[in-house]
């Protein structure tokens, strides 16, 4: 008995897969593409197909993020927030329990506080605005030419302090970036200065929910130990920052299909 | 006896030359680059050499704009919103007076409402987000393949409504605009969409500051008569747009320049 949550994002589809103990036994990414609800249905496959499981143990699925209401497969839909709190909350677990959530997913950023019992006490969610989202690192990188994984590395590899960069808008921001670089600058003090730009954005975006410890943070920026390192300078506190942190929101969707399921089981008999 | 204002923006510097009874006997515009203050040195000579003028009858010379503390020939300098005021007031008289100024710059836009008399009454200004502001037109025509002029003629010629862009965001309506384009849809409508998300973030600037009649639209972008089109469509209004729409603020600097010098002259007999 399987049971597997799908997170549809508009930059990566995210697949997690648990057993009847509740224990992730596979994990698999990939690009969302431009056809959402074809890629999702393919990366369904490849999970199960790489966990070696067949479709008929797949007991309940649970869609959530942007594309869920285009993906008809799924048993149930869920919200981000919603996913994002209940996957936060289980991986906080082994960390002594988080009350604080940071997501920087590719076009949004949002900051969710969780009680004790992992409900969603508050959230704020940018989704308007390009800066503070995973789209400005991509848009630097650009910049830059340097590969977006790269960026968390280089980060450290300055000699210097980290540039500030001035303009919050991203589009403003590129110009100030080929600026730096026409001076001059080195990437590493420049990638290092973007990642302080995200970091006090997110910690003004996180302020308005209440920061209380532990602060998890999760979304494919979170991969970037450089932003880790800023987001954390800036937050003057640690992060719990989860072993794969594109797949807590996915994960979330996979521990309520679970429990959905037995709920439905128990009210069956 | 001549007398000069010199607006120098981000993207552009603006200059204008007016005789001893206020007359325009001279505009130059051209691109501002990184050299600003080398620049606006050369744009002056140009402006009195094109207007054949000697430097020593300047007599009074006011600077703004943006780059306006960087360059120290100019007697004074002025806010760009005061220019903008005492420019589209003086213009303004040709038409009947005007009351509200809209001006949308390379990287900014603004709102503001003048009395009779030409004093600024109420402004506000956007310069920390490129939606709205003539980068967003300029991002545009570069994703469309375009040239940034002809984006106004091409609003006319489309056999459809005006796509809706839904971003409000630059960095997202880029993507947005690229995926219209891989759907099928036609460019003159994409330009339609682009003119009116630019006119309807406009509209809510000047509607902060309060729309008064006869509203004056300056500023590069009012160069583009589907822009125009969309505003007045927005704005359920006819629009004053003068005959060179880049240069009112510099005009501005100019008149106040004049006047400046005729107060000195009598305070000195
Ligand atoms: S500030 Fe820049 S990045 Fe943010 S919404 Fe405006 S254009 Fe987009």
Redesign the interface.
């Known amino acids: 008995t399987y049971f597997a949550g799908i997170d549809i994002g508009s930059t990566a589809i995210k697949t997690v897969l648990i057993n009847a103990g509740g224990e992730i036994v596979g994990i698999h990414v990939t690009d969302s593409g431009?056809l959402f609800h074809k890629n999702a249905k393919e990366a369904l496959r490849v999970l199960l197909e790489k966990s070696g499981v067949d479709r008929a143990q797949l007991k309940y699925l649970i869609a959530t993020g942007y594309g869920r209401k285009l993906f008809k497969e799924a048993d149930d839909s869920i919200s981000e927030i919603t996913a994002n709190a209940i996957g936060a909350h289980e991986t906080g677990k082994a960390y002594g329990g988080v009350r604080t959530i940071i997501n920087i997913g590719g076009?949004d950023s949002k900051a969710i506080q969780i009680d004790d019992s992992g409900n969603v006490s508050n959230f704020v969610m940018n989704d308007?605005?390009?800066a503070g989202t995973g789209?400005f690192l991509d848009?630097a990188a650009r910049n830059l030419d340097l590969d977006l994984e790269d960026l968390g590395d280089i980060h450290f590899t300055g000699s210097g302090a980290p540039l500030s960069i001035n303009?919050?808008?991203?589009?403003?921001a590129e110009s100030e970036i080929i600026?730096l670089l026409?001076n001059g600058h080195g990437k590493a003090e420049i990638v290092a200065g973007i990642h302080y730009s995200i970091a006090k954005r997110t910690v003004r975006l996180a302020k308005r929910v209440g920061i209380e410890d532990r602060v998890y943070f999760d979304g494919g920026p979170a991969l970037n130990k450089g932003l880790v390192a800023a987001i954390q300078d800036e937050l003057q506190r640690e992060l719990v920052v989860p072993q794969y942190p594109q797949t807590t929101t996915a994960y979330g969707a996979a521990v309520l299909a679970r429990s959905e399921f037995l709920a439905e089981q128990q009210e069956g008999h």
């Open positions: 431009s076009q308007k605005c390009a789209r848009v303009s919050t808008c991203t589009v403003f600026g026409a």
